[in-house]
């Protein structure tokens, strides 16, 4: 079974571009998460999805984040227009239902030049 | 407030020693789940336990093993006879009943020196 899957694995962008992060859960996983450790800090979370809608999204940072899920499968995450201090490493995980443990995928890292 | 802390910013040791690595936790919840991950070179981030604060039982898993202590908010992990593909950034994570949001720790960089 394949696990969780993130693309691109590394993204270079300058500073107010745009950048698309692409997050693919375990197949099955209604679940979906996303994280992230900026430099020197701890893993935050940012939000959870259930299939297609937003059951959290406490941690999003600003209105320059914004995440789909559509159809329920695969998200996405684009930062627009990325700052400095959005450099970092993007996590997503997925889990089977919300009291069940989160599988994490590669992670994406993010910098912003 | 909901944190966990680990202090142990990095550990050093010689393959074959055994390590713990401490994890203190805080919430107000009665009912949450600790968690530890595992962050191997190639930046994964791979569930290694989970348990949940009714389960005290400590838990053994090969060289690994889990001692959680309510009394002081405690879920250490120790390696026994440490190999060098022991060597990580480990994290241990809170996930409170009230909601679905891992809160993690700081994490530890282990090093185990052939």
């Known amino acids: 079974e394949a696990g969780v899957t993130q693309f691109p694995s590394h993204s270079v962008i300058e500073k107010g571009q745009t950048v698309t992060l692409r997050c693919d859960p375990i197949s099955g996983h209604d679940n979906l998460y996303w994280y992230r450790r900026v430099m020197g800090k701890e893993i935050k979370f940012l939000l959870h999805?259930?299939?297609?809608?937003?059951?959290?999204e406490s941690g999003m940072p600003n209105n320059r984040f914004l995440a789909e899920r559509t159809g329920g499968t695969y998200s996405t995450l684009k930062v627009q227009p990325a700052e400095l201090e959005d450099s970092g490493v993007y996590f997503c995980?997925?889990?089977?239902?919300?009291?069940?443990?989160?599988?994490f995928g590669p992670g994406t890292r993010l910098t912003v030049t | 407030a909901q944190k966990v802390t680990q202090a142990q910013t990095e550990i050093s040791v010689v393959e074959k020693e055994d390590v713990t690595l401490d994890c203190v936790y805080e919430?107000?919840?009665?009912?949450?789940?600790l968690f530890w991950y595992k962050q191997p070179p190639s930046g994964e981030l791979v569930f290694l336990i989970r348990r949940n604060s009714f389960d005290e039982q400590n838990e053994i898993s090969g060289r690994y093993s889990w001692n959680f202590q309510k009394s002081t908010s405690s879920f250490n992990f120790t390696i026994t006879a440490s190999q060098v593909v022991d060597s990580a950034v480990y994290f241990c994570a809170l996930r409170p009943d009230s909601n679905y949001q891992l809160i993690w720790g700081a994490g530890t960089k282990l090093i185990i020196k052939p």
């Open positions: 999805f259930v299939k297609e809608s937003k059951q959290d």
């Open positions: 919430t107000r919840d009665t009912t949450y789940y």
């Open positions: 995980a997925s889990s089977q239902t919300e009291m069940s443990e989160q599988y």
